[in-house]
């Protein structure tokens, strides 16, 4: 039974930062690409961050380049989604997912390619 499990959300003043962590169980943990989707109220699920199976490589969304970073822990089975000079915009629940596939820069865009979604975590950036 695959599990994803966020956690590290919360409220934050603008400017400050935060860490996503996602633990990962029931899968083969280097055989995925694990992603970070957003969803604010009113609005569409968005892509966040995308981290390749090795580690290596990562893909941002514009709206969080230079500020999020995107890592994995191989020992542990974890994601983890850095945050730093947060915004009020950056305010939604935060999901992290896995895609038993190597995903490029469009396919790690797409939440579709994703088979495996953790529940969320509230992030909320007060101004």
């Known amino acids: 039974q695959v599990q994803l499990v966020e956690s590290g959300g919360g409220l934050v003043q603008a400017g400050g930062s935060l860490r996503l962590s996602c633990a990962a169980s029931g899968l083969t943990f280097g055989s995925i690409t694990m992603g970070w989707f957003r969803q604010a109220p009113g609005k569409e699920r968005e892509f966040v961050a995308a981290i390749s199976r090795s580690g290596v490589t990562t893909y941002y969304a514009d709206s969080v380049k230079g500020r999020f970073t995107a890592s994995r822990d191989s020992a542990k089975n974890t994601v983890s989604l850095q945050m730093n000079s947060l915004k009020p915009e950056d305010t939604a629940v935060y999901y992290c997912?896995?895609?038993?596939?190597?995903?490029?820069?469009?396919?790690?865009?797409?939440?579709?390619?994703?088979?495996?979604w953790g529940q969320g975590t509230q992030v909320t950036v007060s101004s």
């Open positions: 997912a896995a895609a038993p596939d190597g995903l490029g820069y469009g396919g790690s865009r797409d939440h579709r390619r994703y088979d495996y």
